[in-house]
């Protein structure tokens, strides 16, 4: 068997066998019209140099890319992983917390629950991060390899020349300017923690004390029915939160447009929390009398919380103003 033949079946056993017969042939016209009429062993090894490996050569022939998911939606991938999974593994601690307080007997210690939470907690987010891992990977690794618009993207991006004029469609984005997936992603952990804190807030906050059955919360500090009176004006914060993050995700930069509309979610916000705290019996009688507070006193306590609430509020409205000024 010469040379030749050699390379051809090194090419084609790579292949799959219906179009073996036919690459084998195209592929033995190929090398004879670029050998001389009379050509020597070594005309053919120079011929073949330049066909270069046939393992390359191979893959060139291949209708299905030998990755999983290519190297033109790969960031996409790797972007969407990054915001799902921080999302999903918080969404099913906040459900177990909520569960578990729920269902919360008293038959055993504050923290032997809180434990448990923690045990079972680690395990769903191992779980649920494998899950989320599998099926977008499996949605892409599909993707790449079907006539949809990603693979057509993808397709049309390895065919395109690139130009340094292309360049001047992208759009600059300064590294202080810009809003990063986590931003975003921990805006939406931060508002579903402080969302089940405001539901649960009887069964989670208040002071512990050592029990017999160890650490139990003994004095709530608010007064559930005042509290859950406000779930409408809760309920508009938690929307205007989620409606900022989506803002921020998509236009992943700040600009005076999203500078505006957080100052006016935060503006909000701040009223909330002022119509909320103004109210004489927003506290729960057993905890003003364990701090021996008065009126005067809960009222300075009131307003140390509006002021650091007020402060925060300003600090992150003038932050979205300067970086969007950027």
């Known amino acids: 068997m010469n040379l030749i033949e050699l390379y051809i079946q090194e090419?084609?056993?790579?292949l799959p066998e219906k179009s073996r017969k036919?690459?084998?042939?195209?592929?033995?016209?190929?090398?004879?019209?670029?050998l001389p009429e009379d050509c020597t062993d070594e005309d053919v090894k120079v011929v073949l140099k330049k066909l270069g490996n046939p393992a390359v050569l191979a893959s060139g022939y291949r209708d299905r890319p030998q990755y999983l998911i290519g190297p033109e939606i790969y960031d996409i991938y790797i972007s969407l992983l990054k915001m799902v999974l921080p999302i999903a593994i918080t969404i099913s601690i906040?459900?177990?917390v909520a569960e578990t307080v729920m269902g919360y007997s008293g038959n055993e210690s504050v923290m032997q629950a809180i434990l448990a939470v923690i045990g079972v907690g680690i395990w769903d987010a191992i779980s649920i991060g494998m899950q989320v891992f599998f099926w977008i990977t499996l949605v892409f690794a599909v993707l790449e390899r079907t006539d949809t618009a990603i693979a057509q993207y993808s397709m049309t991006t390895r065919q395109k020349e690139w130009k340094p004029e292309?360049?001047?469609d992208i759009p600059y984005v300064p590294k202080k300017k810009a809003i990063t997936k986590w931003e975003v992603s921990g805006s939406v952990v931060w508002t579903a923690i402080w969302g089940s804190l405001y539901y649960y807030a009887s069964n989670l906050v208040g002071v512990y004390r050592s029990g017999d059955n160890g650490l139990e919360l003994t004095t709530p500090i608010f007064n559930e029915q005042v509290l859950h009176s406000f779930w409408p004006l809760v309920v508009i914060a938690i929307l205007l939160e989620l409606l900022l993050a989506i803002?921020?995700?998509?236009?992943g930069k700040w600009t005076m447009r999203l500078a505006v509309f957080n100052l006016i979610t935060q503006l909000i916000a701040f009223v909330i929390l002022i119509?909320?705290?103004?109210?004489?019996e927003i506290f729960a009688t057993s905890f003003m009398d364990l701090l021996s507070m008065g009126s005067a006193g809960q009222k300075q306590l009131i307003g140390a919380v509006i002021a650091i609430f007020g402060l925060s509020a300003a600090i992150d409205a003038f932050s979205g103003f300067r970086k969007a000024r950027i």
């Open 11 to 14: 090419v084609t056993r790579r």
């Open 22 to 34: 036919d690459i084998g042939l195209e592929l033995q016209s190929t090398i004879e019209d670029m």
């Open 94 to 96: 906040i459900a177990l």
């Open 166 to 168: 292309d360049l001047k």
């Open 247 to 251: 803002s921020k995700f998509r236009s």
């Open 275 to 280: 119509i909320i705290f103004t109210n004489n």
